[in-house]
Nanobody
Framework: QVQLVESGGGLVQPGGSLRLSCAAS????????MGWYRQAPGKQRELVAK???????VYADSEKGRFTISRDNAKNMVYLQMNNLKPEDTAVYYC???????WGQGTQVTVSS
């Protein structure tokens, strides 16, 4: 059974940074296809970034250059480094095992002054 636990969310001022973490069990982030998604109030869940087993990454256009997805195979963790955060980045961020179609419970990110 795949379990994904996100952490690292919080309140940050515009222009600030956060690093989200996703602890995975029941799957290997090294061979899985892992992603970060987000859902803002009243909006559909959307892709933020994903990383394939070969290490290649895909980003939504609005996050290119600001966000970086990475993984630590030894720790079985996936990360999302978010820089230059904007109020429109406010959302619940979810980790997903795309290969297993499993989701974490989400972590809230709020960007506000």
């Amino acid at each position: 059974q795949v379990q994904l636990v996100e952490s690292g969310g919080g309140l940050v001022q515009p222009g600030g940074s956060l690093r989200l973490s996703c602890a995975a069990s029941g799957t290997s982030v090294r061979i899985d296809y892992m992603g970060w998604y987000r859902q803002a109030p009243g909006k559909q869940r959307e892709l933020v970034a994903k990383i394939r087993s070969d290490g290649t990454t895909v980003y939504a256009d609005s996050e290119k250059g600001r966000f970086t997805i990475s993984r630590d195979n030894a720790k079985n963790m996936v990360y999302l480094q978010m820089n230059n955060l904007k109020p429109e980045d406010t959302a619940v961020y979810y980790c997903r095992s795309i290969a297993q179609n499993s989701w974490g419970q989400g972590t809230q990110v709020t960007v506000s002054s």
